[in-house]
């Protein structure tokens, strides 16, 4: 244990949450673990002996005895008892919730570094994004969202480097979806052939843990929009919103007013083979051009224009060529000219944004040593 010990809550327990703790698990250095929370429950440490949680699993945690169990406790009581340690704390926020992220400038005022995965607070109205910078100025604490656009590739710190030194970025651009990187990849490929149905490809996604908690957040390019906002801001535009700009959504319209709760989910998958046919369409009328469609964004810094959607591309480019969930991000920029510094590589699955995660802890319980 270091010197000045280092107190961590973790909320969300998911895909992501469970990779992340297996990976707390062997850290060096490693905070203590004194919260862990899924939507229904709550573990904690007891005051005043704060004795840590054992990271491997939930499971294994929640069969911990010497624990005080609660149900979910709103956000307010979790700052509060994280602010009571008996020394800095970090909270990790691995769920997909809004009003959670709503909350992080209460954590940050409080001191409570944030380290998350969830882009819903940084893409928000562009209010939330000054208000969380300027409570963590006033808590003195630090925010790292690295997992947040392309799981856990170096995309936010290589353009916070490119912007820091100096460099002005002209372009962003690339896939920006691990999930539609994947279904496209795998029903539409460059090379050889693919008789995969849409909604197949889908459901598989979903199954390997690419897709958000509802994919239709993936489908409808908001996911995408998301993250071009948050990159957007980190290169000098005020975005005020996700929705601000035009997104291209490949939801069926005949599904688009299914609720957004676990049943709305369930019957938009249920449904979803029924409108195979509108993607294949799509698929079939790049491939007469000789030529296949990808999802694809791009941000043009100075013209302030951001463009989310379909596009086709020859066979044989960059785009067309990545496999499984890559994401290709290509930073274009008055140092690097013509040719782009490009960022490659998985950019969904809990293990790779995990590490994003673990890594973005690491540097905050390094600068608050
Ligand atoms: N999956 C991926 O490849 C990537 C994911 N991300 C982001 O990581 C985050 C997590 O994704 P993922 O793990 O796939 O999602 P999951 O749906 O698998 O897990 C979400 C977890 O959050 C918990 N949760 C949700 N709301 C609350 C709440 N208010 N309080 C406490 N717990 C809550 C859920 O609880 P319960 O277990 O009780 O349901 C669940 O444990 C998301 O923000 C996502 O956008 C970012 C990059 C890539
Ligand atoms: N659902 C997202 C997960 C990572 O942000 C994606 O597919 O890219
Ligand atoms: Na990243």
Not at 142 to 154: D, Q
Not at 168 to 173: A, L, S
């Amino acid at each position: 244990m270091a010197a000045n010990p280092i107190y961590l809550g973790v909320i969300g327990v998911g895909g992501v949450g469970t990779a992340f703790l297996s990976q707390l698990a062997r850290l060096p250095n490693a905070p203590k673990l004194i919260l862990l929370a899924r939507s229904s429950q709550t573990l904690l440490a007891p005051t005043p002996a704060y004795s840590a949680i054992p990271a491997a699993d939930w499971a294994t945690a929640s069969a911990a005895p010497s624990l005080t169990k609660a149900g979910a406790l709103p956000a307010d009581e979790i700052a509060t008892y994280l602010a009571g340690a008996p020394g800095r704390a970090i909270l990790v926020d691995n769920t997909s919730d809004i009003n959670l992220a709503r909350q992080y400038p209460t954590f940050l005022k409080k001191g409570i570094s944030v380290v998350t995965p969830n882009k819903k607070g940084f893409s928000d109205d562009i209010s939330l994004w000054k208000d969380i910078f300027s409570s963590a100025a006033q808590g003195k604490a630090l925010v790292y969202h690295e997992s947040t656009v392309g799981a856990g590739l170096p995309v936010l710190s290589t353009l916070k480097d490119l912007v820091a030194t100096g460099d002005e970025v002209t372009r962003i651009e690339g896939v920006f979806s691990g999930t539609l990187s994947f279904l496209f990849n795998t029903f539409a490929p460059a090379s050889g052939s693919s008789n995969a149905q849409w909604s197949a490809v889908v459901a598989q996604a979903k199954e390997l843990g690419y897709t958000e908690p509802d994919p239709r957040d993936d489908l409808n390019g908001m996911d995408v929009a998301r993250k071009l906002t948050i990159l957007a801001r980190l290169a000098g535009l005020e975005v005020t919103s996700p929705d601000s700009f035009p997104i291209e959504s490949l939801i069926p319209t005949e599904l688009a007013s299914l609720p957004s709760s676990a049943d709305g989910i369930s019957q938009f998958m249920t449904r979803l083979p029924e409108f195979d046919s509108q993607m294949s369409n799509i698929k079939d009328t790049a491939e007469k051009q000789g030529k296949v469609v990808r999802y694809v964004g791009s941000i043009d810094v100075g013209a302030k224009n951001v463009t989310v959607g379909l596009q086709y591309f020859d066979k044989d480019s960059a785009i067309a060529g990545l496999k499984g969930s890559d994401n290709i991000i290509s930073f274009y920029t008055k140092r690097y000219g013509a040719n782009p510094l490009i960022v490659q590589g998985a950019g969904a699955g809990g293990d790779v944004t995990a590490m994003g995660v673990s890594a973005d802890l690491l540097k905050v319980v390094e600068r608050l040593q």
